[in-house]
Nanobody, 123 residues
Framework: QVQLVESGGGLVQAGGSLRLSCAAS????????MGWFRQAPGKEREFVAA????????TYAESVKGRFTIFRDNAKNTGYLQMNSLKPEDTAVYYC????????????????WGQGTQVTVSS
């Protein structure tokens, strides 16, 4: 079992930046991909970004390409999501997830989820 704990959410003005962190513990050796999803009020959860645990592969939703960057620090078992040029439509609860592969993650097939952290972007 892998436990994931997110941090770094908050309130920011449009155009601003935030960095989310996701600390993993437990059976971290079973993680092959870590990523982020988000869910806005009244909408379904959607994929945001993923990274292979080795860091060779990353993938992003079209809506965040060029603005968000996903990276990880394996020594700390921690993944990050750097969010720049934030827009009001980025407002959502952001969830960290772990999966057996980036492909499974982008399909929404994840083995572990964090509790979520709120990101609010004001206009």
């Amino acid at each position: 079992q892998v436990q994931l704990v997110e941090s770094g959410g908050g309130l920011v003005q449009a155009g601003g930046s935030l960095r989310l962190s996701c600390a993993a513990s437990g059976r971290t050796f079973s993680i092959n991909a870590m990523g982020w999803f988000r869910q806005a009020p009244g909408k379904e959860r959607e994929f945001v970004a993923a990274i292979s645990w080795g860091g060779r592969s990353t993938t992003y939703a079209e809506s965040v390409k060029g603005r968000f960057t996903i990276f990880r620090d394996n020594a700390k078992n921690t993944g990050y999501l750097q969010m720049n040029s934030l827009k009001p439509e980025d407002t959502a609860v952001y969830y960290c997830a772990a999966a057996r592969s980036v492909a499974r993650m982008t399909s929404g097939i994840c083995d572990s989820w964090g509790q979520g952290t709120q990101v609010t972007v004001s206009s």
